[in-house]
């Protein structure tokens, strides 16, 4: 994974060179270098954001949710995560500034701070490499006590062409059976459904990693919403060049 900022053609219009040449949604392992997503450094262009993806109008009516929560220490077996996916064109850029999780606390406790990470698409459609994790700090939240985070980031996260996951934990000093975060689920699957894990294995599931969270790991018990609520905001730009350059950022 290499960080790239560069601006050339200062003559007129400057024009972002970025190296990247990925089919949408591929992931093949065997790919060279250049053929697989990856994160970017970029400097976002002046503007307001604007919405890139957004999958928060199909909520449950119910509101019903799946967990992803990092408890206290001593509860680290019952800690849960959630992932869902989406696609950046294959002939853009995306610098995400913004993440809204639509969720709700079981409970009085609010979050102490929220994870915020984003993996490549693996080969089995499932979170694979992790190319950013930010721990998101109250002052950067809103929403944080109704448990409808709106999280900005502390720089954008540049993500080229391809299909990502992104998985939002709330960090919370509590016990299981007292409190805790649910991400929202949706009644319509966008791309693949999406994926759960509790690494320590607290409730006996399978899905120490990311499985579906339905079809495998039955979380929460007897739902059928495929998905869950997300937006992300920042800006986008054009891919408007494909190079490689192994000897300068490998």
Known sequence: M???????FRAGTALLLVGTCLAAGSSNASAA?????????LRAPAGPLVVLYDQTSTADPGFDYAESTDLKAVY??????????FQVPTDKIWLISTVTAHGQYEGLAQADSVLIQFYVNGGSNLPSSLVRSEVV????????????????????????????????????NS??????????????QFLSAST?????????SACVTFQPRIAVCNRPADSVNPDLLFKLEGNEVDVVAKIALPLVFR
């Open 76 to 85: 680290d077996g019952f800690d849960s995560q959630g992932a869902d996916d």
């Open 33 to 41: 270098w250049y053929d697989r997503p990856r994160a970017y450094s």
């Open 175 to 188: 016990a299981p059976s007292l409190e805790r975060w649910g991400w929202h689920e949706s009644t319509q």
């Open 196 to 204: 759960w894990r509790q690494p320590g294995g607290g409730y006996g």
């Open 137 to 172: 700090p109250p002052a950067q939240i809103s929403g944080r006590d109704t448990g409808v985070f709106v999280m900005n980031l502390a720089a954008p996260a540049g993500l080229g062409p391809g299909r990502y996951w992104l998985a939002v934990q709330a960090n919370m």
């Open 2 to 8: 290499f960080q790239l900022t560069r601006q050339l």
